[in-house]
């Protein structure tokens, strides 16, 4: 288990609660606990904490852990009893969270489709967690038989961003893309949450997004004919409209850095119908990419932050720029500038990029004049995202691209691993190797390149993360993830 002092550290770089941030460290633990066990098989990952765990690097944290089954037989008290009970002890033995037998509750009941369901509660003790079991901090799981799929399942990978992040990776089954996007329409349609409205408006800005609107559709269509609804319309949704509106600090506030006024997401509901139900392909205005500045190349789309996480940009900023920016959200920047003066700006993040001689310039917009202006990461003193809304000029390609790592062709692991028993006690386990999904000879290789060192690495899954390694002159690098290079078949 990481230590406390990991937790709060990430909690001051974010400014996210730290019982929010152990919560998504435990979440992480738990979905591997349930891909490596039987269960994995036919346990279908859906909804927000899908969207934060899965798809999105950098997105609002999730408190709850939604499946689709398919084996409804498994939505029975002492099954999922036996079956927790063995997660249980394999996240024990792995990481060395708690996460107590006795306190595990499963309440099913008939949902009011009249189909059986339950909702579970799992209790845990992590790095910040009170030593009482009376005031353990618990996590939600919602279990459902009656979704329809109408896309494959995908094994994806799981994105944990803490130090015991195992060598072998987290997987998991989960819904599609596109599935995910027509099922939070399909929920922005029912209920009008504001958490809904919020994954939507983020899933229709998404460059990726951009062509797939005939497929969302045609998945939205399948989904609201087999619950027997209307497809979802802007004009529907208006009466729920100061409902959404009145809820959204509380859903939100605590999920993210700075909370996005409602409007700045509302108003983009008819742009979103609009290109949702659009004859052609898309309708989206494309906007052109920022001029380049002081010798920097140009932009050529979403970049990969991970690569420039050891330059002289801070982790923790690149992260509230990467933030502000999938938002639309302003940028309050302290400036150190070549005379050693220094000022603030008020700054439309848009894209980040190198000059010929190795500066890493991020190209913005003042906001209040719309000059174009780029700043070297190396002169910032300091770096808040504010709550002040923008309008892009110019395409944002500092939007985190996703879906990331989607191992569509890992095989199917949800094999069992072997538990020990043992009863929990006080003195935690080492963290041990996972053990290796068992992977055919043949098949396609995968080629990645540390940007530091550029020191290649040929892996069998499509996972960048690489582990502190010798360069080719023997010195020690510590490039944490890997630029995918090529495939190898």
Avoid at 179 to 187: I, P, S, Y
Avoid at 193 to 220: C, G, H, M, Q, T
Wanted: charged letters at 25%; proline letters at 7%; a positive charge.
């Amino acid at each position: 288990m990481i230590p406390k002092r990991e937790i709060l550290e990430l909690a001051t770089s974010s400014g996210i609660r730290p019982h929010v941030i152990e919560k998504d460290y435990v979440l992480g633990w738990i979905l591997a606990g349930i891909h490596q066990h039987e269960i994995g098989k036919t346990w279908v990952f859906k909804g927000g904490t899908c969207l934060k765990k899965c798809y999105f690097e950098t997105y609002r944290f999730s408190e709850d852990l939604d499946f689709t089954l398919s084996d409804p037989t498994q939505i029975d008290n002492d099954i999922l009893n036996s079956v927790f009970s063995e997660i249980s002890e394999w996240i024990y033995e792995n990481a060395g969270i708690e996460v107590p037998v006795e306190k595990l509750t499963f309440d099913i009941y008939k949902n009011p489709r009249g189909v059986t369901s339950c909702q579970g509660r799992v209790f845990y003790r992590g790095p910040i967690s009170p030593d009482s079991h009376k005031r353990l901090p618990r996590i939600k799981l919602d279990l459902t038989v009656d979704e329809l799929l109408v896309e494959p399942s995908v094994t994806t990978a799981v994105k944990h961003d803490y130090s015991d992040f195992p060598d072998d990776g987290i997987y998991i089954q989960s819904y599609s893309y596109e599935e995910v996007f027509a099922e939070k329409t399909r929920a922005l349609s029912e209920r009008t949450r504001p958490r809904d409205l919020y994954d939507v408006i983020n899933f229709f800005r998404r460059p990726e997004s951009s062509l797939l609107a005939k497929s969302v559709r045609r998945i939205l269509e399948a989904k609201c004919q087999f619950k027997s609804i209307s497809m979802p319309n802007y004009a529907d949704l208006l009466e729920h409209r100061d409902q959404c509106d009145a809820g959204w600090g509380q859903q939100l506030s605590h999920q993210i850095q700075s909370l996005p006024p409602f409007d700045s997401f509302w108003n983009e509901l008819p742009k979103f119908f609009e290109w949702l139900y659009a004859p052609v392909i898309s309708t989206r205005r494309s906007l052109a990419a920022m001029p380049p500045q002081q010798g920097a190349r140009a932009s050529t789309g979403p970049v990969d932050f991970r690569s420039y996480a050891m330059s002289s940009l801070p982790l923790s900023w690149m992260e509230r720029i990467r933030f502000a920016a999938a938002n639309y959200l302003c940028v309050e920047l302290e400036y150190r500038k070549e005379n050693g003066e220094q000022n603030t700006y008020l700054i439309e993040p848009y894209s980040l990029n190198e000059t010929s001689v190795g500066n890493l310039l991020l190209h913005t917009l003042k906001h209040q004049t719309h000059e174009i202006r780029a700043f070297r990461t190396d002169r910032m003193i300091s770096v808040r995202t504010t709550d002040i809304p923008f309008t892009p000029s110019y395409r944002v390609d500092l939007i985190p691209q996703g879906p990331h790592n989607v191992m569509s062709a890992m095989p199917q692991s949800g094999l069992r691993i072997p538990v020990r028993q043992k009863t929990l006690g006080t003195t935690r386990p080492a963290r041990k190797k996972l053990a290796k999904s068992t992977w055919p000879s043949s098949g396609p290789t995968y080629v990645y390149q540390c940007p530091m060192c550029q020191k290649k690495f040929t892996r069998k899954k499509m996972n960048g993360e690489l582990n502190s390694h010798k360069t080719k002159e023997g010195f020690s690098c510590s490039g944490r993830t890997g630029m995918y290079v090529e495939t190898k078949y």
